[in-house]
């Protein structure tokens, strides 16, 4: 059959849903038809390049691909596929998504017209895109999805395969395919020297970076993850359950790739909708679930990277001679700020970075005042405690009661732990960002450690000495015993921690804030106090 002949069927089922009362969307690829409570997808048969549904067979792979790869992230959406077929009478009906036999009597073969993945519909009041304009999108959601996709990507697909996807030539085949692509008509959007500056930056990060690339394949940071992370494929519910939809299963190798620009796509989409905070803040939580704060050297370019491919598909959209007017002026409107955003990604932070190292006794409430600092600076916390867990190789919440100051916590294990959450906040440093460590810092060793990254790149320290009363402390104690904690920190060390507490006395009055938690419980309003009283304290040129 032709292709027309086929588009001919497809749209024939179209007009079949939209008369039993569906509702129809209808992307560059798909056909989706909305009911009630169930949707439809049906795929065009369409060639382009990157994929191809030519034939009825490859629909029906591409859509049982579909489902296999979306059940990863949204099991309870993804139903099945099914057959939409033509009976001997002519009708039109939807087939069970058993395999289609033919009946005893050759004049009553039914005809399989296409293929479509049955779903189940969820509120568009529930996406998170929605959500956002709408004011409605709640930070708890959004650390919830970060948490997600961090165990989705430890557990996707990681071999040779899909490693071969993370070389600086593989990456540097697809941007230069965006550049060739977009050749002769992005001047509609930009100027000159900004298209050229954009390619050219790309293409010299893939050239100096070459070796990082390398040791994120090496790392096994390469996966079989989503490939089109938006925040339109995002559903939250009302108990901030979350839902992903819409991975790319047309062509692996927009789905292979570091896990890096799966959340670069996402914080690119919040940037690109104004909100770089909660991109930032979606960033720090994720490299926090993940243990991977090597992304951030990484991220600027995936986002320029992703912005600059959201662009050329848009641009792509618009070729259509049939699109409604104000569809062509909105995306018209689009693709510009997409180009703009891959241009704008490649500039350091207009915030100036900072070392923030907060500190103190056991449940002297430093992680509280860790969290609300990375709230208020949108920012990553890097956490010892955790860091202590990852090294070891366990789940953040097992407990380690060894012996004070011996096996997993004795003095050689400390100083590995110690250097890796330098070498984290070295990685989230050299982007330009600020970076907030939580560590007992018990020893003025330790303090001057991370005082001497700060000065390395030139950036204000200030260490966060957080205090409580000795009753107070105990209480926390008593209260974290009772529940799942990261922290190890319990009432039988409490008085010998006490007693191995070096004072911080050789630090200079504007590289320290002690903070009493003991006598507040709003530790957020606390933190913006006690920062604005250390940022006036702050010397113009503290490293010259």
């Not at 998504?97 to 039914?110: D, I, K, L, Q, T």
């Not at 002026?329 to 900072?354: C, G, H, N, W």
């Amino acid at each position: 059959m032709s292709q027309g002949g086929q588009a001919g069927n497809g749209r024939l089922w179209v007009e079949h849903f939209k008369r039993a009362g569906f509702e129809l969307r209808e992307t560059h690829i798909s056909w989706v038809l909305l009911g009630e409570g169930e949707v439809y997808k049906i795929k065009k048969p369409v060639s382009m390049g990157f994929l191809d549904f030519g034939t009825l067979e490859q629909r029906k792979r591409a859509c049982e691909a579909e489902l296999a790869l979306n059940r990863r992230l949204a099991p309870d959406v993804y139903l099945a596929v099914v057959p939409l077929v033509r009976d001997a009478e002519g009708q039109l009906e939807i087939g069970s998504s058993a395999p289609v036999e033919a009946p005893s009597g050759e004049s009553e073969r039914r005809e399989v017209l296409e293929w479509a993945v049955r779903m189940r519909r969820l509120s568009d009041h529930d996406r998170a895109d929605v959500r956002l304009e709408e004011h409605r999108l709640p930070w708890n959601g959004l650390a919830h999805l970060a948490r997600l996709l961090a165990e989705f990507h430890a557990q996707a697909r990681c071999d040779a395969q899909t490693t071969e996807f993370g070389s600086v030539e593989v990456i540097e085949a697809n941007v230069r395919e965006n550049f060739e692509q977009t050749r002769g008509i992005i001047e509609q959007w930009l100027t000159r020297a900004q298209a050229d500056e954009i390619e050219r930056w790309q293409l010299e990060f893939l050239a100096k970076q070459s070796k990082l690339f390398g040791e994120r394949c090496a790392q096994g940071r390469v996966r079989d993850g989503h490939g089109d992370l938006r925040l339109e494929h995002v559903y939250f519910d009302d108990d901030e359950s979350v839902r992903v939809l819409d991975c790319i299963e047309f062509n692996d190798r927009f789905r292979y790739a570091d896990v890096c620009a799966d959340i670069a796509f996402l914080a690119m989409d919040l940037a690109w909708r104004g909100r770089v905070d909660l991109a930032e803040r979606f960033l720090a939580a994720y490299a926090q679930e993940s243990n991977d704060y090597d992304l951030y050297p990484l991220v600027d370019f995936y986002e320029s990277y992703r912005a600059y491919v959201r662009g050329k598909v848009s641009a792509m959209v618009l070729s259509d001679p049939q699109l409604p007017s104000d569809t062509r002026e909105r995306l018209d409107a689009e693709v510009r700020r997409y180009f703009l955003l891959s241009l704008a990604s490649e500039k350091p932070p207009l915030a100036a970075p900072r070392l923030i190292a907060v500190g103190g006794v056991i449940a002297s409430g430093k992680s509280t005042v860790a969290a609300a600092i990375s709230e208020l600076e949108a920012c990553p916390v890097v956490v010892a405690d955790r860091t202590r867990k990852h090294l070891i190789g366990v789940r953040p919440t097992e407990k380690l009661h060894d012996a004070p100051w011996s096996d997993h916590y004795g003095p050689e294990v400390t100083t590995r732990v110690y250097s890796e959450v330098l070498r984290r906040a070295e990685a989230v440093l050299s982007t330009g960002r600020s970076v907030v460590l939580d560590a007992s810092f018990r020893t003025r060793a330790m303090r001057e450690e991370a005082r001497e990254l700060a000065a390395r790149y030139r950036v204000p320290f200030v260490f966060w000495e957080c205090r409580a009363s000795r009753d107070v402390c105990l209480e926390r104690l008593r209260a974290r015993a009772k529940e799942a904690s990261v922290s190890d920190g319990r009432l039988e060390i409490f008085d010998d921690f006490v007693a191995r507490w070096e004072p911080a006395d050789e630090l200079r009055e504007d590289e320290r804030l002690v903070i009493d938690t003991g006598t507040r419980t709003d530790i957020q309003t606390l933190v913006e106090q006690s920062f604005a009283s250390w940022r006036a304290r702050l010397p113009i040129n503290p490293h010259k």
